[in-house]
């Protein structure tokens, strides 16, 4: 950690303690503050990453209500602060409402020195930690693969083959479930390709009435039709040199499939009214959430459109198939909407993580994000719950055990093994590739029963 991140304030108006505090933590930068103006004025001026403060400060030195209201004013000021709360009552209620406020953590005097030492500089690492990953965010922020967290070995592999098309003049075609950010991989594409600086046009296929879409694809001119009033250019002619996103293109219209294939195959236009053929380089970038094989085989979709839109073809993977991406995606729509609200929260409870680790997401990133926006603006802090999320049959489950998933896969295993050997210990033995002692052991050991009957019909309602 650099030297200068290492600055610690101390509040705390004892000034035998301040000298003994000085000692403990000679290989920090401290700061001293004796009362919530001073304590502010110095978070303001160095911008230390931990603070040691005291419950009891002036004018209250023997209550608790003027280090609850510096406590908070610190947060508020700077939530990424990391606040250690000193306090000298016998009883953990204070400490607990401390962190409920958004404390780090609480450590009750009398003084420890090895274990303050500990607490301060685990703060400290945690601090440095989450520092990085706000900067890590920020950079990608920078990126054109901005909106995509890729944690899982899917979206991993869709951003190198992103990466890959991106540089390559081929018409694309993504796949994917509503919610599942098409969109935001077709501006991907375009902000890594040689096109990046020609404009990037998405057109909603499914949104537009048919008899306004040719017009709004292919532009029209004046007395084309009633209320065309002036020459006007379409998506297609708009997006010259750049990249256009045709959404839900399994929507489209069968005329217009037509003519959407005539374009691609000789890359001009012509206006709705007009005769005269206008060359367009444009990128076409295609997106549905319907199998477009079905589609053809029932005759609502060209078969030659298919092929030529799908030179290059990615699915998008829903969120329930992206392994770990839920809750890094939750945290990062969490910073973004409580920054753009003005609001200091400090992450999710662990009952929202569970819940969120439970949740089937059918509208996936969207709804995900949906919830979080929700969630931040109704919260009242300091972390928000599976209450604020809306998902409150989640409400006190937790997430089973390493052990808890290995045993019930060995009584599944075992029961299957049961029926199919028709109860017969010694066949069970051979499928599962174990001993007979194992399998007694197992039948035990798990409360399943000997008999074909029990395994059977349990087997059968899997």
Known sequence: MAEDARKLLIVEDDRGLQKQLKWCFDGYDVL????????????????????????????????????????????????????????????????????GFGAYDFYQKPIDVDVLQLLVERAFKLHELEAENRRLTRAQARSPLAG???????????????????????????????????????????????????????????????????????????????????????????????????????????ALQAKLLRFLQERTIERVGGRKEIPVDVRVICATNHDLQQLIADGRFREDLYYRISEVTLRIPPLREREGCRVVLARHFLEVHAKAMGKSLRGLSDEAVDAIQRHPWPGNVRELENRIKGAVAISDGPMISSDDLGLLSAAGRKLPTLREV?????????????????????????????????????????????????????????
Do not use: W
């Not at 003027?66 to 606040?83: C, H, R, S, Y």
């Not at 879409?213 to 001119?221: C, V």
């Open 406 to 462: 290995r045993d019930e896969a060995e009584r599944r295993a075992v029961i299957e093994a049961m029926a199919a050997a028709d109860g017969n210990v010694s066949r069970a033995a051979n499928l599962l590739g174990v001993s007979r002692p194992t399998v007694y052991d197992l039948l035990q050991r798990h409360g399943v029963a000997s008999g074909q009957p029990e395994a059977a019909s349990e087997a059968g309602a899997g």
């Open 32 to 99: 001293f503050a004796e009362d919530r103006e001073s304590a502010l004025g110095e978070l303001r001026r160095h911008q230390p990453a931990v603070v040691l403060q005291d419950l009891g400060l002036p004018p209250d030195p023997e209550g608790v209500s003027e280090g609850f209201a510096t406590l908070q004013e610190i947060l508020q000021a700077a939530p990424a602060t990391k606040v250690i709360v000193v306090t000298g009552n016998e009883t953990r209620d204070n400490a607990l409402k401390a962190v």
């Open 148 to 254: 995509m967290i890729a944690v899982s070995p899917q979206m991993q592999d869709l951003c190198r083959k992103v990466e890959k098309i991106a540089a390559v003049d081929v018409t694309t075609l993504l796949l994917g479930e509503s919610g599942t950010g098409k969109e935001v991989f077709a501006k991907a594409i375009h902000g890594l390709s040689p096109r990046a600086d020609g404009r990037f046009i998405a057109i909603n296929c499914a949104a537009i009435p048919e008899n306004l879409l040719e017009s709004e694809l292919f532009g029209h001119e004046k007395g084309a039709f009633t209320g065309a009033h002036k020459q006007t250019q379409g998506k297609i002619e708009l997006a010259d040199k750049g990249t256009l996103l045709l959404d839900e293109i399994g929507d489209m219209p069968p």
